[in-house]
C-alpha cells in the first residue's frame, strides 16, 4: 500500500517502447544481449559482495591480500541468453509481442520483454 500512489516511471527518464516489426526488433539484438548479460554479471557482483559482507575473520585478524574474494564455488556469470537465441526468437517465433524500456534522452536500452503464444 505504500507503493501505491508511485509512477513506475517517476522521474520521467525512461519510456516504454513498443517495436512494432520484426525489423525493430531484430536491430535491438546486440542491445538485449548486452542487457541480459549485464543483469547476469550484477547478479553475480552482488551475490559474491553479500557472501563476502556475511564473512566474519575471527578476532584480531584482518583480510590479507592472499585471502581469495568473493564465495567459494561461484562461477563467473556467463551470458544467459546467446545473441543466436535471441536471434532465433525474433525470427521463428510468431506472433512476437513486447516492449522495450529505454531511456527518454539518451535512447538506450535499459530492459525488454519479448513474448510468443
Given at each position: 500500500?505504500?507503493?501505491?500512489?508511485?509512477?513506475?516511471?517517476?522521474?520521467?527518464?525512461?519510456?516504454?517502447?513498443?517495436?512494432?516489426?520484426?525489423?525493430?526488433?531484430?536491430?535491438?539484438?546486440?542491445?538485449?544481449?548486452?542487457?541480459?548479460?549485464?543483469?547476469?554479471?550484477?547478479?553475480?557482483?552482488?551475490?559474491?559482495?553479500?557472501?563476502?559482507?556475511?564473512?566474519?575473520?575471527?578476532?584480531?585478524?584482518t583480510r590479507g591480500r592472499g585471502r581469495p574474494r568473493g564465495k567459494p564455488g561461484l562461477k563467473p556469470p556467463s551470458p544467459?541468453?546467446?545473441?543466436?537465441?535471441?536471434?532465433?526468437?525474433?525470427?521463428?517465433?510468431?506472433?512476437?509481442?513486447?516492449?522495450?524500456?529505454?531511456?527518454?534522452?539518451?535512447?538506450?536500452?535499459?530492459?525488454?520483454?519479448?513474448?510468443?503464444?
Open positions: 500500500e505504500k507503493h501505491k500512489d508511485k509512477q513506475p516511471f517517476s522521474e520521467d527518464s525512461s519510456v516504454v517502447w513498443v517495436p512494432s516489426s520484426r525489423s525493430e526488433w531484430e536491430d535491438c539484438i546486440d542491445e538485449m544481449t548486452a542487457v541480459c548479460t549485464e543483469a547476469s554479471r550484477r547478479r553475480h557482483a552482488a551475490v559474491s559482495a553479500a557472501w563476502e559482507a556475511s564473512f566474519q575473520l575471527p578476532s584480531g585478524l544467459p541468453l546467446s545473441r543466436d537465441y535471441i536471434r532465433d526468437r525474433i525470427d521463428i517465433d510468431d506472433p512476437i509481442r513486447g516492449y522495450q524500456i529505454r531511456h527518454k534522452t539518451g535512447g538506450w536500452l535499459q530492459g525488454f520483454v519479448l513474448m510468443t503464444t
